[in-house]
């Protein structure tokens, strides 16, 4: 028998705490659920030890890594299950501090709670935090405290956040096969470029023989590898190009001209655009839908929408709105939002549905970036073995067109 210290709700949503023994954890699972309680953390008791309040302690986040939007997702919804059974806010973040997952996101809690056992606001604390919650989370935060509706806007923020955590997971799951095909072609030219091409170039300058182009361009590519000083100079160059690159994207122009190329990349830019377009129509409608004045929810859009083309849109919308205007018209005038787009705002404009309409384009368009990114999954696939396959036929010609010179040598 072991045992095990547990934290539970009871059927008034009072937190208790005990210690049980018992066998295992799943026992005092069960034995709590009979109790009538809802268990909230079980852990088996090592000895006594020193709680330490972390939240207390500046700095210390940054040990225990990012806050992943899993977790961020998981605390939203959790938060609004609590609100809605009735439990106050602070109890409610007590409840989540003691167990959530991630360390970074207790500090926060435990900051979040804080602030609101000194008498502030929920979207007050969260303006602390500007790393955790962007601008989006937290003006919706104040909506839903002003309209007394903040369990419904944290609800819909974890819809949000869950269909970017879903996007995401489709990308990275259909890149991660070319990844790899890419890893390994980069491995096996890199082996024959600095443990082969050295010993055919030696055994080459023996016989004397002419080499031709290719075979020169690969004994350079060698050389670049195995000589520590073309090495540096190579590798200093592409630090340099990454720099400039950040460096550009961090002006304005620079960032609308790299975006604008992005979206004219065959097929990918397709898929970058209706991207750009899903997250657009569902973040405005979000926010539109919560309560968020519109000046301000276009704002926030054009903030967080991670592309200077559709944040130019958004600032003629912003300003066509200001002087009494249409939405509509302004986006028509950019060529990333399709006629159809346009269309059905201006639809949603006159019949009073504009959130309506907006989450009509999100779905409509969230489809087509899960039908593109499988398209490209199938096409990226053999293209990458075909390429690997010319690569290496490449090197092979490459290495035996000087044979045809020696045997003329050797004669």
């Keep these: 028998m072991a045992t095990y210290t547990y934290e539970a709700l009871d059927k008034g949503g009072k937190p208790i705490r005990g210690t049980i023994e018992a066998e295992t954890e799943e ?20 000895g006594k030890a020193t709680k330490i309040d972390l939240g207390t302690i500046p700095g210390l986040r940054w040990l225990f890594g990012r806050i992943k939007l899993k977790h961020l997702s998981t605390f939203t919804r ?20 003691d167990q959530t997952e991630s360390g970074s996101l207790k500090i926060v809690i435990k900051q979040l709670g ?31 405290e002003i309209g007394g509706v903040l369990e419904a806007v944290l609800n819909k923020i974890a ?17 991660m096969y070319p990844t790899m095909i890419v890893i390994m072609t980069v491995a096996i030219v890199s082996f024959i470029l600095i443990a082969i091409i050295p010993r055919f170039e ?3 300058g023996e016989l004397g023989a002419t ?10 590519m060698s050389r670049t590898l195995t000589d520590p000083i073309r090495l540096s100079i190579t590798i200093l160059c592409i630090i340099g190009i990454v720099v400039g690159y950040k460096y550009a994207y961090k002006t304005a122009g620079g960032r609308f ?7 004219k990349i065959p097929v990918f830019g397709q898929l970058v655009n209706k991207i750009a377009i899903a997250r657009f129509a569902s973040t405005l409608s979000t926010l539109i839908n919560s309560g968020v004045p519109i000046l301000q929810a276009l704002e926030i859009v054009r903030d967080s929408s991670g592309n200077e083309v559709i944040a130019r849109a958004m600032k003629q919308v912003y300003d066509s709105i200001r002087e009494g205007e249409t939405i509509h018209v302004p986006l028509s ?23 309506a309409m907006l989450t009509k384009v999100a779905e409509t368009y969230d489809r087509e970036v899960d039908d593109t990114v499988k398209g490209l999954t199938s096409l990226i696939e053999p293209l990458l073995i075909v390429m690997l396959g010319i690569i290496v036929g490449f090197i092979v010609v490459a290495l035996y067109m000087p044979m045809f010179n020696i045997v003329n040598v050797v004669k």
């Design 257 to 263: 001209y790299i975006d604008s190329v992005k979206l």
């Design 114 to 144: 804080a602030g609101i056992e000194n008498g502030g606001t929920l979207s007050e604390g969260l303006k602390q935090n500007p790393k955790v919650f962007n601008k989006l989370y937290i003006n919706m935060v104040r909506a839903g």
């Design 333 to 355: 005038k950019f060529p990333v939002f399709p006629p159809i787009v346009v269309h059905m705002i201006a639809v949603g404009e006159e019949t009073g549905a504009l959130d």
């Design 27 to 46: 026992t005092v699972l069960e034995r709590l659920r009979n109790m009538g309680y809802y268990p909230t953390k079980v852990s088996r008791s090592r």
């Design 159 to 175: 819809d949000f956040l869950e269909k970017q955590r879903e996007l995401r997971s489709k990308i990275r799951s259909a890149m």
């Design 211 to 220: 080499l031709p182009g290719p075979t020169l361009m690969l004994i350079a």
């Design 78 to 97: 959790q938060l609004a299950t609590l609100i809605e059974a009735g439990l106050p806010l602070l109890r409610s973040l007590t409840i989540l501090e």
């Design 202 to 204: 030696k055994i080459f």
